[in-house]
């Protein structure tokens, strides 16, 4: 719908992105990848990591959540996090995972610096992002809850926080 201001495939590629990439550690569901994917797009992010067993376009179970996103977002497998988060160190990015740890900070008292580029990491479904991965970034977000479940599912935590810096870094 053109009435919409929709960039099309080649403008996107072309556009000044927002200085996050996402990085995810062994997702299992490739629902969650192509929904990863579409946030990414929604939001102009750099790029998405595929780290592990983590799904791999193309796959129509990722496309079907996508929705072409997988043609517009940057992308690339890497076969192991920590080789992941090690590269986007060395390229001046700050590498935050999104878990529940000991001395993570809450996500409303992270202090986002508009001159910085950050990484986000997001675990497996199960075992959310893995102990070592976690050592290796410079820090650890908690999305806030107040309900009785521990945790979002991996595509709403990275809509949650993508939106959080995303408001501070372009809109604010």
């Known amino acids: 719908m053109p ?3 929709r960039l099309s495939v080649a403008a996107f590629q072309q556009a000044d992105k927002t200085p996050i990439v996402i990085v995810l550690d062994n ?3 490739m629902n969650n990848v ?3 994917f579409r946030t990414a ?3 102009l992010l750099q790029a998405v990591y595929l780290c592990g067993f983590t799904p791999q376009p193309p796959h129509r179970d990722i ?3 996508a929705l072409g996103a997988t043609e517009t977002v940057a992308w690339k497998h890497v076969e192991n996090t920590i080789n992941a ?3 986007l160190q060395q390229n001046g990015y700050e590498v935050i995972a999104i878990e529940q740890v000991h001395n993570s900070i809450s996500l409303e ?3 986002i610096d508009k001159n910085k580029k950050y990484a986000l990491v997001l675990g497996n479904e199960v075992e959310g992002v893995a102990t070592d991965v976690i050592a290796q970034c410079n ?7 107040a309900g009785s479940k521990h945790s979002f599912n991996i595509s709403v935590s990275m809509g949650i926080v993508s939106w959080h810096f995303y408001n501070n870094i372009v809109l604010h």
Do not use: H, M
């Open 3 to 5: 009435e919409l201001n």
């Open 27 to 29: 997702v299992r569901s």
């Open 34 to 36: 192509g929904s990863v």
């Open 41 to 43: 797009d929604g939001f």
């Open 63 to 65: 496309q079907k959540t």
């Open 85 to 87: 988060v090690k590269e």
């Open 109 to 111: 008292k992270f202090t």
């Open 139 to 145: 820090a650890v977000i908690e999305i806030p809850q």
